[in-house]
């Protein structure tokens, strides 16, 4: 068990601006989700893969932010046209499936600051 | 649709005293709920969770939570503080057949004065 994998860890970039993170989950975890996070605030729920299908999107997830897991194994969340309000701390999660009740794993993050 | 509210944002103990972090839930269906610590800089790491067996849930390090219906109630304590334990603290909420995602309160910063 190799834990939940996120890359980049920090990335830096000029408003307007693409970016796009990864994540490596927990390789038996079917079910991966994406938070967002900001300065004193908990995670927000963005979105929810059971295996390759995306099966819930937050409303906060605008039309700039698309996320993908092609192949049910690795995640990719990319922001289009970055704005200074896309800063923040993005967490990946997976979990076993058919667990009832059963905690998320959550990788260390990936930290956008858009200047 | 659940929710969490963690009552103080910051709160500050003395090592060897009693931590007591407050959380209240409103779920429309029987609950799940987590508690998770974050460090510095880093992800989200498990306390404990309760999912309906014993009320009284035992955690790592020393850590334990209470679920009580009545009070919509899952209160975090640990009877003497270590300055390690000084992080911030996530409480969560998830409901049944709602994919399971957590719904997280807004945190308490835990700070340990030696």
């Known amino acids: 068990d190799t834990g939940v994998s996120q890359n980049p860890r920090h990335k830096i970039t000029k408003r307007g601006q693409n970016v796009t993170f990864r994540c490596d989950p927990i390789s038996e975890h079917n079910r991966l989700y994406w938070y967002r996070q900001t300065l004193g605030q908990g995670p927000e729920f963005l979105t929810y893969f059971q295996n390759e299908a995306q099966l819930e999107k937050s409303r906060l997830l605008s039309d700039r932010f698309s996320a993908e897991r092609p192949k049910g194994s690795f995640s990719t969340l990319e922001i289009q046209r970055t704005e200074q309000g896309d800063s923040a701390m993005y967490l990946c999660?997976?979990?076993?499936?058919?667990?009832?009740?059963?905690?998320?794993?959550f990788g260390e993050g990936s930290r956008l600051t858009v200047l | 649709a659940q929710s969490v509210t963690q009552l103080g944002s910051h709160v500050s103990v003395s090592e060897g005293a009693l931590v007591l972090l407050r959380c209240n839930y409103s779920s429309s269906v029987p609950p799940y709920l987590f508690w998770y610590v974050q460090y510095p800089n880093q992800g989200l790491q498990l306390l404990l969770k309760?999912?309906?067996?014993?009320?009284l849930v035992k955690g790592i390090n020393g850590f334990e939570a209470e679920f009580k219906k009545s009070e919509t109630s899952f209160h975090l304590t640990k009877p003497s503080a270590h300055m390690s334990d000084a992080a911030e603290y996530f409480c969560a909420v998830s409901g049944r057949g709602s994919n399971y995602k957590l719904t997280f309160g807004k945190g308490t910063l835990l700070t340990v004065n030696p």
């Open positions: 309760y999912t309906s067996a014993a009320t």
């Open positions: 999660a997976s979990r076993t499936p058919g667990t009832s009740g059963g905690e998320l794993f």
